[in-house]
């Protein structure tokens, strides 16, 4: 599970995980985190998601990180608008108006360099993690962006049926990194039509991580 295996993925266009219209459980529990307009997301491994044009659409601030320029290429060429590119410590910024994303390995985002978020909508980076990796992201996460609230998305299912990703998160899994800095709420928990890659049963669930109050 390494920048190999991802970059392969996008210049294959094996990219089953990128979803042709916006994702329906953003739309529909995305005011769970009671955002004012203008407000700015962060979106960890956004590839070219159409969740981006719906953030822009609906004024708010978006700021992602990617692995694959290729797949930020695509983004920009999507929503119609000419980024401005720079360097910046050993990635590409890729910047336009209300939009600010990094191209390059996660880990290496730092807090400076993301600046301020006022959440954090997780659709696709928690579970395209093998689990080793799974603690050291969400501890990464909770460091640079100061605990902001999240919008958590991830798939539930028998891992033994099919190997990830999406690999399967239990809300077991979600307390241990998430239970010492977060309230947890599952918002809704839906069966994926089909299921997984038509392959094993799984639930969508849809958790609200807002920080503890003190």
Same mark, same amino acid.
């Given at each position: ?11 294959? %266009?094996?990219?089953? #995980? ?6 329906? /459980?953003? =739309?529909?529990? @995305?005011? +769970?985190? !009671?955002?004012?307009? %203008?407000?700015?997301? #962060? ?6 998601? /159409?969740? =981006?044009?719906? @953030?822009? +659409?609906? !004024? ?14 695509? /983004?920009? =060429? ?137």
């Amino acid at each position: 599970m390494d920048a190999k295996f991802w970059h392969q993925k996008w210049e294959r %266009n094996e990219i089953g #995980f990128h979803r042709s219209t916006v994702n329906p /459980l953003l =739309i529909n529990h @995305f005011n +769970a985190l !009671n955002l004012a307009k %203008n407000s700015r997301i #962060f979106l960890p491994l956004c590839g070219k998601t /159409l969740d =981006i044009g719906w @953030f822009l +659409a609906n !004024n708010y601030r978006v700021v992602g990180v990617e692995l694959s320029e290729m797949a930020i290429r695509q /983004l920009f =060429i999507n929503l119609g608008i000419e980024p401005h590119v720079t360097e910046n410590q050993g990635m590409w910024h890729y910047q336009a108006e209300n939009i600010d994303i990094f191209v390059g390995n996660l880990f290496d985002l730092t807090a400076g360099m993301l600046d301020s978020v006022d959440a954090i909508y997780d659709r696709a980076a928690l579970v395209a993690l093998p689990k080793a990796m799974r603690t050291q992201y969400s501890a990464h996460l909770i460091t640079i962006t100061h605990v902001a609230p999240q919008l958590l998305i991830c798939f539930e299912y028998d891992q033994a049926l099919l190997e990830g990703p999406p690999f399967s998160i239990s809300a077991t899994e979600i307390k241990q990194h998430y239970a010492a800095n977060y309230e947890l709420q599952l918002l809704e928990s839906v069966d994926v039509a089909g299921g997984l890659k038509e392959i094993c049963p799984a639930k969508e669930n849809v958790w609200l991580l807002k920080q503890h109050r003190h």
